[in-house]
Each structure stands twice: as C-alpha cells, then as structure tokens.
C-alpha cells in the first residue's frame, strides 16, 4: 500500500519533479502566485487548510478565488500555471462547458476587460461556488445551470464531494438528475448573437469525445480553438477543419486559416 503525505502518495510526490507537467506548472507558479513556494507546497503535497483564499497574478492585475479542497488548488494550477487552456490576451468569446466552481472562466476572463464567457454548470453546489468566485465578473458572463452532451433531456448526473469529478452517468457516491441540452442547440443559441467562438473548453468527466464530435460541421467552421480533456489519447477528430496537438490529457483542436471566415 502507498504511503501517503497530506493527500497525495509518496510515489506521485517523488515522481513530480521529474514530469514535463511538473515543470509547467513550477514554471507558471512564479508568475502567477504572489507566494509561489507556499501554493506550489499546497499544490504537490495536497496539504493545508480549507477554504482557503488563493491569490493569483492575472493580466488584470492581482485577483482572489476562494478553494473548498486540495483538488481545486490542483485545477488553479493547472489552468493558470500550466496552462491547460491557454487563451490570448484579446480573447473575446468563451463557450466554458463544465465550470466546476469558476476557476477556468476566471482564467478566461482575466485574460482582458471585454471578453464574455458563456458557463454550463449542473452541479448546485459548484454553482454556488461559481457565483461567489465571479462576483465582480457579473456582466461579462452568463450561468446556465445544466448539463450539456449530445442530446436534450433529463439525465443521471453523479457527483462528489470535491465537486471536481461529477460527470454524466459517472458513478460517484451520489447521483442527482438533471436537465440536459444538446450541444448544437447550444452552440446555435450563442452563435445567433456572435460572430464565432474563440474558445470552447469541454470538461465533462467523460463525455468530452462524445461532444465534441457531436457538434455540426457548420458550426465548427465557426470556432476557433476546442480544448477537451481525454485519459487515453484519441484518433484526431474533425480533421478536414482542425489541426490537432495534445498536452499531457489535453485534446486541442485549432481551426485551420484556410477555412476561416
């Protein structure tokens, strides 16, 4: 059995250092922390106390986002150090599918004053989190409290109590059921009122795939850049519009110039 310090195993402990992700993240962590040894101990070792109120560097300037567990310090340092999502400075509109409680649209929204993200969050309990962690961003986004897949109507959603891995049909301690919209009504809705998309992020705890190759051709045409996070690395999908890279479990996709506009 692993031997286990704060909440993390001895074995992932002693094998970070030595991870491309690792690095990234030590990397990212003196630019966005005010106190990078203090959040880099908390990110690695899972240790110290909860909630807790994490400073970050954005663009923005010096910005706060509370966490309720070791596993949200785990996805701040993903998205703001590692960048999982890198966005540009000049992002505009942002389709964030699985917010969780906030810590990715943060990202997307610091990045300059303009830019609008579009959120979909099932969870009640994340969606309370979201709300308390954007507070100052209430104009420039919109919440919508459901999940989205490939189909309308009321699905199993299991969830946890890190809020982190509840997903569609996961099984997970609880399971509550919620509404659920179909991914290209969705991306209609929003491209009725917007010219493109600039980012779609897709994390759904294990659907991703699904989603994303669900969405319409027509509408892909109009996206510049689809992230979406997959355990096992998938055959390129959407190939005639999308160049395709993968970093660590993360799935890019990026429109190709020549079919643009």
Known sequence: MSRVLGNRSVRRIASAPFTAAHYSAL???????????????RYIFGGGAYPYRCQLR????????????????QTVTEVF???????????????????????????????????????????PRNVEKLRANLGRFEDRYRLHEYAVADR?????????????????????????????????????????EAEEIDVLKVDAEGV??????????????RIKVIYFEMGDPIAPLHTSLFE???????ERLVRRTEISG
């Open 27 to 41: 990397w990212g962590s003196l630019k966005v922390y005010p106190h990078p040894l203090q959040a880099m101990a």
């Open 58 to 73: 954005t663009p923005l300037g010096r910005q706060e986002v509370r966490l309720w567990h070791p596993d949200d310090m």
């Open 81 to 123: 150090c590692r960048g999982d999502y890198a966005a540009a400075t000049d992002v505009r509109n942002v389709v964030d599918i699985g917010s969780n409680i906030g810590v990715s649209a943060l990202y997307f929204l610091t990045r300059n004053p303009q830019g609008r993200c579009h959120l979909y969050e099932p969870d």
């Open 152 to 192: 309308d109507g009321t699905v199993d959603f299991g969830i946890e109590e890190t809020g982190r891995y509840g997903g569609i049909g996961a099984n997970r301690p609880d399971t509550i059921q919620v509404e659920c919209r179909d991914v290209n009504a969705v991306l209609d809705e929003i491209l009725a």
């Open 208 to 221: 991703e795939e699904t989603i994303v190759r669900a969405i319409r051709p027509d509408l892909l045409r």
């Open 244 to 250: 395709h890279s993968r970093r660590m479990q993360i």
